[in-house]
T-cell receptor, first 112, second 112 residues
Framework: KQEVTQIPAALSVPEGENLVLNCSFT??????LQWFRQDPGKGLTSLLL?????REQTSGRLNASLDKSSGRSTLYIAASQPGDSATYLC???????????FGAGTRLFVKA | DTEVTQTPKHLVMGMTNKKSLKCEQH?????MYWYKQKAKKPPELMFV???????INESVPSRFSPECPNSSLLNLHLHALQPEDSALYLC???????????FGPGTRLTVL
C-alpha cells in the first residue's frame, strides 16, 4: 500500500531564502507525482507534475525533482516571498492505479 | 476558460435536508473527481468519473450520490448527512484519467 510522507510538517523561513520541501513514498512504482499549494480554506493549485520517466520539472522559481529508486521528490523554491506562505502537498499516482495518494503537507511561512 | 468552478461556496444544512453541490469546467476535460477534506488533513478521494461514467467509488456512504449529466458538469447530491460529514468538498478535473488534476475552490459544508 502506497504511503506518502512530507517532512517537515511546518517550516518558517525569512524572506529571500532558498528552501527545499521533501516528499517520500514507499512504493517506487509510480505513474506520476504532482505538487500543489493550498491557501487556508481554499482549493488546491497545481504547481508541477512530474511523469515517472522524468527527473525534474521547472516553473519560474520552482523546481521539482523525482528519484523513484529512493522514493523521494523535492520541491525547491528559490528566493522565497511572503506570498509563498501556504501548505504544499505532494500527491502520487501509482502505476496501474487511478487513485491519487496525498501527503499530509508542509505548512510554509515566509516572514517579511 | 481555464478553471474549475464550484457552487455554492458555503452550505449549512440540517441532517434531514437534501442539497446538491455543483462543479463545472469548460476545459474539455473528460475526467472529474470529488474529494473530501477535513481540517488540517489532505484531500481524500470520493468518486471519479471518466467520460461521464463512474470509474471509482471509494466506498463512500450512500448518503452521498454523485451525478455526471454531461462532460462539463459534476454534481454531488447530499441527503441525511451527519455532523461528521462537515468538511471542504473539492472538485477536480483532468484531461483524461491519470493526468494532471486541476482543482476548484471548494464548497465548505457544515451539517448541523
Amino acid at each position: 500500500k502506497q504511503e506518502v510522507t512530507q517532512i517537515p510538517a511546518a517550516l518558517s523561513v525569512p524572506e529571500g531564502e532558498n528552501l527545499v520541501l521533501n516528499c517520500s513514498f514507499t512504493d517506487s512504482a509510480i505513474y506520476n507525482l504532482q505538487w500543489f499549494r493550498q491557501d487556508p480554506g481554499k482549493g488546491l493549485t497545481s504547481l508541477l507534475l512530474i511523469q515517472s520517466s522524468q527527473r525534474e520539472q521547472t516553473s519560474g522559481r520552482l523546481n521539482a525533482s523525482l528519484d523513484k529508486s529512493s522514493g523521494r521528490s523535492t520541491l525547491y523554491i528559490a528566493a522565497s516571498q511572503p506570498g509563498d506562505s501556504a501548505t504544499y502537498l505532494c500527491a502520487v499516482l501509482n502505476t496501474g492505479g487511478f487513485k491519487t495518494i496525498f501527503g499530509a503537507g508542509t505548512r510554509l511561512f515566509v516572514k517579511a | 476558460d481555464t478553471e474549475v468552478t464550484q457552487t455554492p461556496k458555503h452550505l449549512v444544512m440540517g441532517m434531514t435536508n437534501k442539497k446538491s453541490l455543483k462543479c463545472e469546467q469548460h476545459m474539455g476535460h473528460r475526467a472529474m473527481y470529488w474529494y473530501k477534506q477535513k481540517a488540517k488533513k489532505p484531500p481524500e478521494l470520493m468518486f471519479v468519473y471518466s467520460y461521464e461514467k463512474l470509474s471509482i467509488n471509494e466506498s463512500v456512504p450512500s448518503r452521498f450520490s454523485p451525478e455526471c449529466p454531461n462532460s462539463s458538469l459534476l454534481n454531488l447530491h447530499l441527503h441525511a448527512l451527519q455532523p461528521e460529514d462537515s468538511a471542504l468538498y473539492l472538485c477536480a478535473s483532468s484531461p483524461i484519467l491519470r493526468d494532471e488534476q486541476f482543482f476548484g475552490p471548494g464548497t465548505r459544508l457544515t451539517v448541523l
